[in-house]
């Protein structure tokens, strides 16, 4: 039997608790989170849970890198400063700070399954 949506929401919920931060990364990360930006993290605000998949409420508004800076992952992590890495996404579109020193990401979704 498949996993139902009920299972599935318990564990995205437990994700959406744990992963308070994102950062931006000038190559891919290793299982530490390497290659972090100049750009400091931001706080994460995700919707709820439906179906197992999450995604975030609110745009990340990067600030304070270099023009130009290579944006080659999103970081995912459980605080501002140190604290656990979880992960990465990998951006679509933009993948550069802009000449203003900001980075906008408007879309993450953590999908889970029913199958």
Request: hydrophobic share 45%; aromatic share 8%; no cysteine.
């Amino acid at each position: 039997m498949a996993l139902n949506t009920t299972i599935l929401n318990i564990g995205a919920s437990a994700m959406r608790t744990a992963i308070t931060h994102a950062s931006t990364h000038t190559a891919t990360p290793n299982a530490s989170g390497s290659n972090e930006g100049t750009a400091g993290r931001e706080a994460i605000t995700w919707n709820a849970a439906s179906a197992g998949d999450f995604d975030l409420a609110t745009a990340l508004a990067f600030a304070g890198g270099a023009s130009g800076e290579a944006v080659a992952a999103i970081g995912l992590w459980s605080a501002g400063t140190s604290g656990t890495f979880y992960g990465y996404f990998v951006p679509t579109g933009d993948t550069a700070f802009n000449a203003a020193g900001e980075y906008t990401v408007t879309e993450i979704t953590v999908d889970g399954s029913v199958s």
